[in-house]
Nanobody
């Protein structure tokens, strides 16, 4: 069983930045999803094990950057130019059987963190 530990959420004003981190041991492709009340979990970004491929949903391209440090078993999501619509609970996820065509689908991921709240005030 893989345990994912997220950190870095909080309250920030619009235009500000936050950096989310997720610790996970093992060789996994990693993703970040977010969810607001009453809505389905939404894909945000993903990165392959070696870090050579990254994926983003259109609404965060140019503002968010996913990266990883495998020596520290850590994946980061740097979020810049935050908007109120980025407010959500953000979840880290790990995939043990990567299919590049399914990077945006929640069932692609086997393990999930507990979530961290990100609130962007206007």
């Amino acid at each position: 069983q893989v345990q994912l530990v997220e950190s870095g959420g909080g309250l920030v004003q619009a235009g500000g930045s936050l950096r989310l981190s997720c610790q996970a041991s093992g060789r996994y492709a990693m993703g970040w999803f977010r969810q607001t009340p009453g809505k389905e979990r939404e894909f945000v970004a993903a990165i392959t094990w070696g870090g050579g491929n990254t994926y983003y949903t259109d609404s965060v391209k140019g503002r968010f950057t996913i990266s990883r440090d495998n020596a520290k078993n850590t994946v980061h999501l740097q979020m810049n130019s935050l908007k109120p619509e980025d407010t959500a609970v953000y979840y880290c996820a790990a995939s043990s059987s990567w299919h590049s065509s399914s990077y945006y689908r929640a069932p692609q991921y086997d393990y999930w963190g507990q979530g961290t709240q990100v609130t962007v005030s206007s």
